[in-house]
């Protein structure tokens, strides 16, 4: 008999009827001897709604109120997944984040975990009951209610498996598990069986909407193996695990693409020291995330400094560079928005060369041009026009034998 946490997203809980279908995988799995804490994220679209209503009534709402409001989503869908248990007759508790021991720190709407005492849910478990957590929420030390932003059901649900020690933890979605590109758009992409750690977290950190890498390094951190799942079959899914060796037999293990991306140019800033550190401890202080960076000398002296952020952080980044650049002697800043980010992935680009050329070469051969270039051990990253990044896309998945299966 093993300890299993199963997380359900706002899809597979969409309605009565996928609840009920929810329940029913429950039931196959305790059937199976096993023990459960089940996390389960707000309907879909919830959240959403809850959001839109917030902003019409108060354009700016206090970040307090509004984890006051989102947590409301998850726990409606606790209460109805324990009430569908009780109807087949499996003993179930549904939990908030709070009751479920999960302590985090003093930030509203992307609070850390710091902590889980896990003493409530272990002795609901040892009474035969499968334990519904409320996933994306938690408590501070002052009692208040705070969310732990993007993938926040996720986050619950690994955290709570490293602090009952399960054995297993599965990640249910409406996809089949972790492929090689979006199907959506590279209609010969590939589920994998298995993917490391550190190419997941590279994966969804450069626009695969699987998961969010927050979960991923927590997974890492604690070493909770994971799947991830589909929620409307039983096919087997996606193990990401801890790196071993033959995972570096796979040059690239997955390419990634993200178009919400931007572009920010500062031009003719004096070439002088600390000028890059005053501009980016600027953009740090206005919560402006930074990826690529391009630094050259101009022929006029100056320096032109090239960095990509979010499409949302350029325009924070354009609004408090003006007064950083007058202290320090000149200089000026736009933002382009018509741009993506292309990224492949794989730990077997540590022990093979020749991985840029290809890629290069690839998008070449489709009059693709590169504006950008980033890298780290395992991955490659160019920013590419938007237009092309689809076509970009494609080409990278075909040109490293992802289409075909392993």
């Known amino acids: 008999m093993a300890l299993i946490v199963q ?8 309605d009565v009827d996928r609840i009920k279908n929810v329940a029913q995988r429950i039931l196959k799995t305790r059937s199976e001897g096993h023990s459960l804490v089940v996390v389960v994220s707000a309907r879909s679209g919830v959240t959403n709604e809850l959001i839109a209503r917030a902003k019409a009534i108060n354009p700016n709402p206090d970040t307090r109120e509004m984890d006051m409001l989102l947590a409301v989503g998850e726990q409606e869908t606790i209460a109805l997944t324990a009430m569908a248990l009780h109807a087949i007759n499996i003993p179930a508790v549904s939990y908030t984040g709070a009751q479920a021991g999960i302590f985090t720190d003093q930030v509203f709407t992307k609070a850390k975990i710091k902590q889980i005492n896990p003493k409530p849910i272990l002795k609901d478990l040892k009474e035969g009951k499968v334990v519904i957590v409320a996933g994306f929420q938690g408590i501070n030390d002052e009692g208040q209610i705070t969310t732990l932003g993007r993938g926040g059901s996720d986050l619950t649900a690994i955290a709570l498996a490293a602090a009952v020690k399960a054995d297993k933890c599965e990640i249910y979605t409406d996809v089949d598990g972790v492929y090689t590109a979006d199907p959506r758009i590279v209609k010969t992409a590939q589920k994998l ?4 750690y550190d190419e997941m977290l590279e994966l969804a950190s450069q626009g695969s909407k699987v998961m969010q890498s927050r979960s991923v390094e927590f997974a890492k951190k604690y070493g909770v193996v994971f799947e991830v799942r589909s929620s409307f079959n039983f096919n087997p899914g996606t193990i990401v695990k801890e790196e071993v060796a033959y995972m570096e037999k796979v040059v690239v293990r997955g390419v990634a693409v993200d178009k919400d991306q931007a572009k920010v140019v ?20 206005a919560a402006v995330n930074v990826d690529m960076i391009v630094q050259n000398v101009a022929h006029t002296g100056g320096v032109d400094l090239t960095f990509t952020c979010q499409r949302d952080d350029a325009q924070n980044a354009v609004r408090v560079l003006p007064a950083v650049l007058k202290k ?8 382009f ?6 990224s492949v992935v794989g730990v077997g680009m540590r022990t093979h060369s020749g991985v840029a050329a290809t890629l290069f070469t690839a998008l070449g051969d489709k009059g693709i041009n590169i504006q950008l270039i980033g890298t780290s051990e395992i991955k490659i990253t160019v920013a590419v026009d938007r237009a092309s990044a689809d076509e970009a896309y494609r080409a990278a998945h075909t040109v490293f034998g992802l289409d075909k299966k392993s």
């Open 266 to 285: 500062i031009s003719g800033l004096p070439d002088k020291p600390l000028a890059a550190a005053t501009i980016f401890n600027a953009l740090a202080d």
């Open 337 to 342: 928005d018509n741009i993506a980010k292309l």
């Open 328 to 335: 320090l002697g000149g200089g000026e800043v736009a933002s």
């Open 7 to 14: 997380k359900y997203g706002g899809t597979s809980v969409g």
């Open 193 to 196: 069986n298995e993917i490391s």
